[in-house]
T-cell receptor
Framework: GQNIDQPTEMTATEGAIVQINCTYQTSGFNGLFWYQQHAGEAPTFLSYNVLDGLEEKGRFSSFLSRSKGYSYLLLKELQMKDSASYLC??????????WGAGTKLIIKP | NAGVTQTPKFRVLKTGQSMTLLCAQD?????MYWYRQDPGMGLRLIHYSVGEGTTAKGEVPDGYNVSRLKKQNFLLGLESAAPSQTSVYFC?????????????FGEGSRLTVL
């Protein structure tokens, strides 16, 4: 079966750095996505990786290793507004998105 | 900029009642999707549409029907609601199933079935 694994919850301190991991097993691979979802709101797109390596976008970076079925989202200089759930999703061979359950990130002052 | 709009935002139903959720997008997107989100689970695809007049089943289609009569609208129907359908429903759209595949989501519709 297809599976996406990510930690259920993480806690970090304002101003610090946090890394949220995602491992996947899917039938085929057409890219990996990270979305941010604040409580009670819609998911919003953060990043997309299809090739191995690191993609940097401001305070957020996303890394992919296709051979290991692994990705991480790195958040730097954490702000209180970064408190949210972070969803990992993989596009399979049919371009269908397989979603992880999300990682709830709690930022403490 | 409206983007993707869902109505209603909240609804309480009794078991066996029917209802329709409406999704409207103003971005001229070809693809539209209905997902449900339940605690501790990833988003699950119910039905999707690759263009006006087309629909297809997703991962969890049972108990739901959809229609895409106009390009900008995608309707999700529950003919006979069950407590297992208590969930938050998200509509999303995308331009194409292109490499980036970015989805634009509506704000969600919270449905409770008693």
């Amino acid at each position: 079966g297809q599976n996406i694994d990510q930690p259920t919850e993480m806690t970090a301190t304002e101003g610090a750095i946090v890394q949220i991991n995602c491992t996947y097993q899917t039938s085929g691979f057409n890219g990996l996505f990270w979305y941010q979802q604040h409580a009670g709101e819609a998911p919003t797109f953060l990043s997309y990786n299809v090739l191995d390596g690191l993609e940097e976008k401001g305070r957020f970076s996303s890394f992919l290793s296709r051979s290991k079925g692994y990705s991480y989202l790195l958040l730097k200089e954490l702000q209180m507004k970064d408190s949210a759930s972070y969803l990992c999703a993989v596009s399979d061979s049919n371009y269908q998105l397989i979603w992880g359950a999300g990682t709830k990130l709690i930022i403490k002052p | 900029n409206a983007g993707v709009t869902q109505t209603p935002k909240f609804r309480v139903l009794k078991t066996g009642q029917s209802m329709t959720l409406l999704c409207a997008q103003d971005m001229n997107h070809e693809y539209m999707y209905w997902y449900r989100q339940d605690p501790g689970m990833g988003l699950r695809l119910i039905h999707y549409s690759v263009g006006e007049g087309t629909t297809a089943k997703g991962e969890v289609p049972d108990g739901y029907n959809v229609s895409r009569l106009k390009k900008q609208n995608f309707l999700l129907g529950l003919e006979s609601a069950a407590p297992s359908q208590t969930s938050v429903y998200f509509c999303a759209s995308s331009h194409l199933i292109e490499p980036t595949g970015e989805l634009f989501f509506g704000e969600g519709s919270r449905l409770t079935v008693l």
